[in-house]
T-cell receptor, first 114, second 116 residues
């Protein structure tokens, strides 16, 4: 079946604007994760969903970041009042629960805040 | 908290040679998982191989094998017979069992370049 899909692939915005990043996980995967990858670094955890609920949002850097997954499938990461430091690649991953719980990633959204 | 250390920022290897990418980890948990991902220039993170902390045998997936040395807390990736398409960033990562929340902690990566 299809892999994890993220849209848009690139997003350029101005400082102070609001952005939404979308993630469509692999069908049937109940767990969904968001990560942020800055240049030259490994991805860093932001938030984890199990079904519709955010089970762990400890990685969100501040209250300008918020994510939802209203029907337990597609998730949207929302960033308010964007800052230049928010520029990064935002990666989404999904997994089935159980076993090795391997996470499969999308190609990411590259966010540039000017 | 968990930590992954990758000490090789970059490596150059001749095509068809084997290559070992180093990874050490730190955790106080007894149950954990170790992963390797490949990230080509396109940006997508591609899962390569997994090793559970209780697995006695080293994991293998085609040309990839994971050299798991639990006492030394190392989980090196070995790629046999390297190919030009293996040129990419490689990330070591780990999870600890936490009521289904298996968030990954990544290292800083190693950039592998295969030379024809």
């Amino acid at each position: 079946g299809a892999g994890v899909s993220q849209t848009p692939s690139n997003k350029v915005t101005e400082k102070g604007k609001y952005v939404e990043l979308r993630c469509d996980p692999i069908s049937g995967h109940t767990a969904l994760y968001w990560y942020r990858q800055s240049l030259g670094q490994g991805p860093e955890f932001l938030i984890y969903f199990q079904g519709t609920g955010a089970a762990d949002d400890s990685g969100l850097p501040n209250d300008r970041f918020f994510a939802v997954r209203p029907e337990g499938s597609v998730s949207t990461l929302k960033i308010q009042r964007t800052e230049r430091g928010d520029s990064a690649v935002y990666l989404c991953a999904s997994s089935e629960n159980g076993g090795a719980n391997i996470q499969y990633f999308g190609a990411g959204t590259r966010l540039s805040v000017l | 908290a968990q930590k992954i250390t990758q000490t090789q920022p970059g490596m150059f290897v001749q095509e068809k040679e084997a290559v070992t990418l180093d990874c050490t980890y730190d955790t106080s948990d007894q149950s954990y998982g170790l992963f390797w991902y490949k990230q080509p220039s396109s940006g997508e993170m591609i899962f390569l191989i997994y090793q559970g902390s209780y697995d006695e045998q080293n994991a293998t997936e085609g040309r990839y094998s994971l050299n798991f040395q639990k006492a030394r807390k190392s989980a090196n990736l070995v790629i046999s017979a390297s190919q030009l398409g293996d040129s990419a960033m490689y990330f070591c990562a780990m999870t600890v069992s936490n009521f289904g929340n298996e968030k990954l902690t990544f290292g800083t990566g190693t950039r592998l370049t295969i030379i024809p």
